[in-house]
Nanobody, 121 residues
């Protein structure tokens, strides 16, 4: 499965962005989807994940209440709505697919290229 993440950009602190993840081939309807981010010089970190049904979600503590994750287009797309963004959240954001809902990046089988999110005044 090849994934394409999009929707990144430049936003001021407190602003919002909506990231999208779509498969370029095959389908992701039966996969749990996750979003990760990696800032320069830092390790890739888990942000959010959603089960293949969309019925279960998980978030890293720092984004709870500000980010939401969802699925669309008959379950074949994944979205990450990010509100109240902070400069420290500047990073490349990646979407990934796996069999079961998990926060562990090692358990994700398929990754997109990533989309840059820059939060700055």
């Amino acid at each position: 499965v090849q994934l394409q993440a999009s929707g990144g950009g430049f936003v001021q602190p407190g602003g919002s962005l909506r990231l999208s993840c779509v498969p370029s081939q095959r389908t992701i309807v039966n996969y749990a989807m996750g979003w990760f981010r990696q800032a320069p010089g830092k390790e890739r970190e888990f942000v959010a994940a959603i089960s293949w049904t969309g019925g279960s979600t998980d978030f890293t503590d720092s984004v709870k209440g500000r980010f939401t994750i969802s699925r669309g287009r008959a379950n074949n797309m994944a979205y990450l709505q990010m509100n109240s963004l902070k400069p420290v959240e500047t990073a490349v954001y990646y979407c990934a697919a796996t069999n079961m809902l998990t926060m562990n990046p090692e358990e994700y089988h398929y990754w997109g290229r990533g989309t840059q999110v820059t939060v700055s005044s």
